[in-house]
């Protein structure tokens, strides 16, 4: 079964909204990474959380870690349409040599 | 996307025949990994390598077989290919190396494939 699971699968805001989407995930990490997935298109990374970290900002990007609820959150302030994509969480999971991709949250922004 | 290219982009096959789907990148990196993505269950991991004719077993390896004869290309092939892989098939690649615990994957533009 999949390491990290995201909640909501689908999101639908206005532009200009802030979007928060979160990932839940089992078992102890190295690090946890967002991606992002344009329609027809290959994954792109987008920013990276370690275990030892608690918050980490990029750009209009901030991310939250909780290890010991083992969920993090990706929240995109100042939505823009180009954001409409799909976001998924990885987890680097201790001794593995993968990552475990979530099934992803289905973001759109509506202008 | 990162220098990697996959071929075919798209493919139509009957069931029952051997698929043979290309990764090939210019990056040098040692790891490149196989996944399929579909509808309701995310991108699930195929097999993976981390060095020339090193591969291993991911997450959904039955029906599926990998080679690397040379870093740059990962094939995957589909001995007997069935109804149930059809699937869009991407490539990635990661420069993870030996102790070193972060590892950001790149992935190519995919390959939709369809079995009939």
């Known amino acids: 079964s999949q390491q990290g699971e995201e909640d909501p699968q689908a999101l639908s805001i206005q532009e200009g909204e802030n979007a928060t989407m979160n990932c839940s995930y089992k078992?102890?990490?190295?690090?946890l990474q967002w991606y992002r997935q344009n329609s027809g298109r290959g994954l792109v990374h987008l920013i990276l959380?370690?275990?030892?970290?608690r918050e980490k900002h990029s750009g209009r990007l901030r991310v939250t870690l909780d290890t010991s609820k083992k969920s993090s959150s990706l929240l995109i302030t100042a939505s823009r349409a180009a954001d409409t994509a799909s976001y998924f969480c990885?987890?680097?999971?201790?001794?593995?040599?993968?990552?475990?991709f979530g099934q992803g949250t289905r973001l759109t922004i509506n202008p | 996307d990162a220098g990697i290219t996959q071929s075919p982009r798209h493919k139509v096959t009957e069931t029952g025949t051997p698929v043979t789907l290309r990764c090939h990148q210019t990056?040098?990196?040692?790891?490149m990994y196989w996944y399929r993505q579909d509808p309701g269950h995310g991108l699930r991991l195929i097999h993976y390598?981390?060095?020339?004719?090193?591969?291993d077993k991911g997450e959904v390896s039955d029906g599926y077989s990998v080679s690397r004869s040379k870093t740059e290309d990962f094939l995957l092939t589909l001995e007997s290919a069935t109804s149930s892989q059809t699937s869009v098939y991407f490539c990635?690649?990661?420069?993870?190396?030996?102790?070193?615990?972060?590892?950001?994957?790149?992935f190519g533009p995919g390959t939709r494939l369809l079995v009939l």
């Open positions: 990635a690649i990661s420069d993870r190396r030996g102790g070193m615990r972060e590892e950001t994957q790149y």
């Open positions: 078992t102890s990490i190295n690090n």
């Open positions: 959380i370690r275990s030892n970290e």
């Open positions: 990885a987890t680097d999971a201790l001794f593995a040599q993968k990552l475990v």
């Open positions: 990056e040098n990196h040692r790891y």
């Open positions: 390598s981390y060095g020339v004719k090193d591969t």
